[in-house]
């Protein structure tokens, strides 16, 4: 029987480096410049859907920041990137739709990283993961 996570180790470091970058790449150019400077970000952020600022720049906040964080870790990682992707989708769709493909690059980068990771999962370099604990399909 092979065991869920019988990948190669490469895979694993693999997972694990698109998670540190696109997790530090979020953070640094888009999540912590919304905290440190919140006031100021509260008269810039767009608000695609007229819910206000407070409401457009939180969910970013959790999106850019918190999420991220979670995903660094390896714990809930798909459910982390939710967010992030709907952030990024709304940015790309609704708030620069004009953006030829050269200008919103980093934004698609961003998409096509925590797409990724949501369709894999962690890997099995995370929080949590055990070498000995083997999950068995079939019985037995």
């Given at each position: ?87 990024l989708l709304v940015a790309m ?48």
């Amino acid at each position: 029987m092979k065991s869920l996570h019988s990948q190669p180790p490469r895979i694993n470091a693999g997972l694990f480096f698109l998670r540190l970058t696109g997790c530090l790449l979020l953070l640094y150019v888009h999540g912590l410049p919304k905290v440190f400077h919140f006031s100021e970000e509260l008269t810039r952020i767009e608000d695609p859907f007229g819910l206000g600022p407070y409401m457009s720049l939180l969910p970013a906040i959790f999106a850019e920041v918190i999420c991220p964080v979670f995903i660094l870790l390896g714990v809930f990682t798909r459910l982390a990137c939710l967010p992030i992707i709907g952030v990024l989708l709304v940015a790309m769709l609704f708030v620069h739709p004009g953006w030829s493909i050269a200008e919103g690059q980093f934004g698609w980068l961003l998409l096509i990283i925590f797409t990724t990771l949501a369709i894999t999962g962690p890997g099995r370099w995370r929080i949590g993961s055990s070498r000995h604990k083997e999950v068995r399909y079939g019985a037995g």
